[in-house]
Structure formats: C-alpha cells, structure tokens
C-alpha cells in the first residue's frame, strides 16, 4: 500500500478504502454472498430476510448455519446459539482492532457500529493498512470507507444470487462462498510478515490433522493452535534478535 500521494483528510482516505475494497476484496465478498443468496433462497429464507442477515450478522459462516437450520425447521434458540457460535470468531479480531482506530478512551456509539460492520477480510486490510498511516483519524476514514465498500457489495451480491438462484445450481453456490477464504489466504500467503505466513503453514498442516481427531473442533482446535505457535515462534525470534 502507498499513501504517499493520498491527501492527508479524512474524505481522501474514505474513497480510498472504497477504491481498495472495489478490487479483489469487494470481488471477492460479493461472489461469495451470490451464493448466499442462493442458498437463502433454496432454503425458503425471504429476499428481505437474506438481506437482513448480510447486514445485521455479516458473517457467511454464520448467515450459512442459520438458513441450513431453518430449512431445517429447529426452534429459534437452536439458530440463535449456532449463530453465535459460528460468529464468535470476531470476537478476538475486534479486540484487537479496536485499539488501532480509537482517537479517544472511553466506548463512544461509533466504536459500536465499527465493531459490528468489522470482518475478517477489512481487519486483514485494516492491519496492513495501520502499518502505513500512523494517524488514527486517517486509520478511521479509511475503515469506513472500506467496509462501507464491503457491505454494499455483500447486500447487492445477496440481492443477485437470490434473484438468480434458479439459474444456480447448489454446488456453484456452496462453491461461490469459498471464494473469499481463498482470497484471505492468498493475501496471507503475500505478507512480508514471517508470523503471518508460519500461521498459514501451520494452519494448513494442524487444521486436517485436528480433523482426524474431531470433526466438530478439528478447524477451531487446528487454527488456535496454529495461531498459538506462529505467535509464540515470532516472539522467540525477536528475543533472539
């Protein structure tokens, strides 16, 4: 990233994070809500009830295991816990964002709204991002403008792949969702960040191992643990240094 010609006010970084979004990151998200969008529908899930869950949960894992289980026809305590479960994920990403964009102590209603429209795809690019600009207002904008980016490719991918999912069969839709994963680890795989990339190497050796040994827990336990040893292996290396 080069910021060196952007003009140091909040609305230029703002158009910058949309410019950056409408590549391969904005590609990326609406693909893979194409294909939720079809699944919503194939699950009997309204368009206006698929568009509520792009912007209120905005998390495919979680959009995901709620239609599944509607379709299902489980009660709503059963949809609320899976949710929740899939979608804790941000949890962590939140905390440690959030000290990278804040001007101020203290949780201000903005500080809300950022958490919620957070995702693993604007906290990779936010992180490599901080790492240019120093100046949080600037860092803000710039969020803002990025997710405001995602999320409107995310509602307008839903809206296309529910209008189209007569045309689409289930596996392209199952298989449209993968796209952004792979993108996270493509963009993972290019970090000049020697903790970053032994965390996918790790990742992509723990996770099928954890999977021989559960299937329910094989991803979380294999990532943590991935997660667990980069971290611990980078800090090692900096002692050392």
């Given at each position: 990233?080069d910021?060196?010609r952007?003009?140091?006010?909040?609305?230029?970084?703002?158009?910058?994070g949309?410019?950056h979004c409408?590549?391969?990151?904005?590609?990326g998200?609406?693909a893979a809500?194409?294909g939720f969008?079809a699944?919503a529908?194939?699950?009997?899930?309204?368009?206006?009830?698929?568009l509520?869950?792009?912007?209120?949960?905005?998390?495919?894992p979680?959009?995901?295991a709620?239609v599944?289980?509607?379709?299902?026809g489980?009660?709503?305590?059963?949809?609320i816990?899976s949710?929740?479960?899939?979608n804790?994920?941000?949890?962590?990403l939140t905390?440690?964002?959030?000290?990278?964009?804040r001007?101020r102590?203290?949780v201000?209603?903005a500080?809300y709204?950022?958490?919620h429209?957070?995702?693993?795809t604007s906290?990779?690019?936010v992180v490599?991002?901080?790492?240019?600009?120093?100046?949080?207002?600037?860092r803000t904008?710039?969020?803002f403008?990025f997710?405001?980016a995602c999320?409107?490719?995310g509602?307008?991918?839903t809206a296309l792949?529910?209008?189209m999912?007569?045309?689409?069969?289930g596996?392209?839709?199952?298989?449209?969702?993968?796209?952004?994963?792979?993108?996270?680890?493509?963009?993972?795989?290019?970090?000049?960040?020697?903790?970053?990339l032994?965390?996918?190497?790790?990742?992509?050796?723990?996770?099928?191992l954890g999977y021989?040994v559960?299937?329910?827990?094989g991803?979380?336990?294999g990532?943590v643990l991935?997660g667990?040893?980069?971290?611990?292996f980078?800090r090692?290396?900096?002692k050392d240094a």
């Open positions: 990233m910021f060196r952007t003009e140091q006010t909040w609305g230029a970084y703002f158009r910058q949309m410019k409408l590549q391969a990151p904005g590609i998200l609406f809500m194409s969008g699944l529908k194939d699950s009997g899930v309204s368009l206006l009830i698929a509520g869950m792009t912007g209120g949960m905005w998390s495919t979680g959009q995901v709620f599944e289980l509607f379709a299902t489980v009660g709503g305590v059963a949809l816990a949710v929740t479960i899939a804790v994920r941000m949890f962590p905390i440690a964002l959030m000290p990278l964009l001007t102590q203290g201000e209603p500080h709204v950022m958490a429209i957070n995702s693993v906290f990779v690019q490599e991002m901080c790492r240019h600009v120093s100046e949080k207002r600037l904008a710039y969020f403008g997710t405001t999320m409107s490719a509602l307008l991918g792949g529910y209008t999912a007569s045309e689409m069969p596996l392209i839709a199952r298989a449209l969702m993968l796209i952004t994963p792979l993108f996270m680890l493509l963009l993972a795989a290019r970090s000049s960040r020697r903790a970053v032994a965390s996918v190497v790790l990742g992509c050796a723990l996770v099928p021989t559960s299937t329910d827990w991803l979380l336990t990532g991935a667990t040893l980069a971290f611990g980078e090692m290396r900096k």
